[in-house]
């Protein structure tokens, strides 16, 4: 199959997900990978580069739309997404999520929040880019700014030609990040993304529809395998949250982010979690 053809396939794909097809397991999967997302990123706001970068976003301004975790105000949606996906693989011996899946959270949180998406709505972004990331299996920079696009192309509702612009775009974005450090690389594809799916929904990108990459001929079947025990998952996960939040959150706000995450497919909005994530502005060391 050609590349473009691919990169349509897999747009078709991605543009094609509804909450319906996330089963019981599924969406416990994805608020579980919310649940490690934020442990590692509210540890990880107090990280001294996350410091330089949420001042440099103070100081550049930008419309109030979305969260910077654990730093008290709000910024524009791609400058939030870079702060809180640089943040996500800040924190030392973090090992709670790969690059992809914390770039796509940071990217979801950041678009869902300034557009007021509901929580079905971000749950099913979220499917659609882990989904892509399942499939192209590589944890590269680059792999992580099209999942970004991936969600945030979905958020948007775009169609899949617009879809498959948007990937063609992230993916030459992404070709710079080589030889920054983790942190940066990671918010650097936040950014990426967004920017991508942006300049896709305004007609941009047809022109190079096509990835460069080893991707997939043919889409594989993605089975769901059942968790063993779901329940000792789940307490593992908020123990590891409520250790790795405490320097940040109180015990009631630490209950209160737990309890949305839980809530989150009948959130009408993003706002209740995203107030509780800057509700506490990080110390610095």
Request: hydrophobic residues 50%.
């Amino acid at each position: 199959m050609q590349g473009s053809a691919v990169t349509l396939t897999l747009a078709q794909h991605s543009a094609a997900w509804r909450f319906s097809d996330l089963g019981p397991i599924r969406r416990l999967q994805l608020r579980q990978a919310l649940f490690a997302w934020m442990a590692v990123t509210l540890s990880g706001a107090q990280d001294p580069l996350v410091h330089l970068l949420a001042e440099d976003a103070l100081e550049q301004g930008g419309h109030g739309q979305a969260t910077v975790v654990g730093h008290g105000f709000a910024t524009s949606t791609r400058q939030a997404a870079l702060v809180n996906a640089a943040a996500s693989q800040a924190a030392e011996g973090n090992g709670a999520m790969s690059i992809g899946s914390a770039v796509l959270v940071a990217s979801l949180l950041a678009l869902a929040e300034s557009r007021g998406d509901s929580g079905r709505a971000f749950l099913t972004a979220f499917a659609a880019g882990q989904d892509l990331l399942d499939r192209i299996a590589t944890g590269s920079p680059g792999a992580a700014a099209l999942a970004a696009a991936a969600g945030g192309a979905h958020l948007l509702q775009l169609n899949a030609a617009d879809t498959a612009a948007a990937f063609a775009l992230a993916g030459a974005t992404a070709l710079g990040a080589a030889g920054l450090s983790r942190p940066m690389q990671a918010g650097k594809a936040a950014a990426d993304g967004l920017l991508a799916v942006h300049l896709a929904a305004r007609g941009y990108g047809h022109g190079a529809e096509t990835l460069s990459g080893p991707w997939p001929a043919v889409l594989p079947q993605l089975d769901q395998p059942m968790p063993q025990d779901t329940t000792e998952q789940q307490r593992n996960l908020e123990v590891r949250f409520r250790h790795q939040s405490l320097p940040v959150l109180d015990e009631a706000d630490a209950r209160s982010l737990l309890r949305l995450v839980d809530q989150l497919d009948d959130l009408p909005d993003l706002s209740p979690l995203a107030g509780v994530l800057a509700a506490r502005p990080a110390r610095r060391h």
